[in-house]
């Protein structure tokens, strides 16, 4: 079985500032594949970043990057220049070979103007 | 194109109606998954279809019935649902159901039951 943890519940930030959310997982597998998600009041989960466990370079997209720690099980993602519409539910979620995709339980972003 | 889309986006129903969901993907995914999402909590996993044949039931209750018409269309049919059934309702796809999958989720579907 496959965990997820994230330990921030909730995180604020500066607009234009940077913050970095956490995220742990546990799993026995070598193959899978790691997810940020982000849920706006709109209530769309919208694909924020992709890490695949066997690539040792982080992923980024644009403002957004991930620190993958293989070794450590760990996958928090920083974001850049935080801005307003940043603001949203943030949840770290992982996939291995016949598994579901396995959430945490979400840490909810603030960003103040 | 990433597009998903959920209709309706709100639903209010008492709990001797019947009423559905739908979804629909014009990304050639086959791959289909329903969730549902209580506030503030992750979304859990009800069912999901791969080339159209029901592959996954998460124990979900008969009340709930599923229906995927074609490889683009995903239905899930209420009937006699319980005032805990209220949720947001999300459907998503994705290219084959394979765990190398990204799934794309749509915006859901807010279902109150009185």
New interface residues.
Partial sequence: AQTVTQSQPEMSVQEAETVTLSCTYDTSES???L?W?KQPP??????VI?Q?AYKQQNATENRFSVNFQKAAKSFSLKISDSQLGDAA?Y?CAS???????T????T?LTVNP | DTEVTQTPKHLVMGMTNKKSLKCEQHMGHRAMYWYKQKAKKPPELMFVYSYEKLSINESVPSRFSPECPNSSLLNLHLHALQPEDSALYLCASSQEGDHTDTQYFGPGTRLTVL
Wanted: aromatic residues 22%; positive net charge.
């Fill in positions: 193959d899978y594949y997810f998600y709109s209530r769309q989960m919208i694909l992709r695949e539910m949840f996939r291995t070979s016949g598994s579901r995709l959430f945490g339980e979400g909810q």
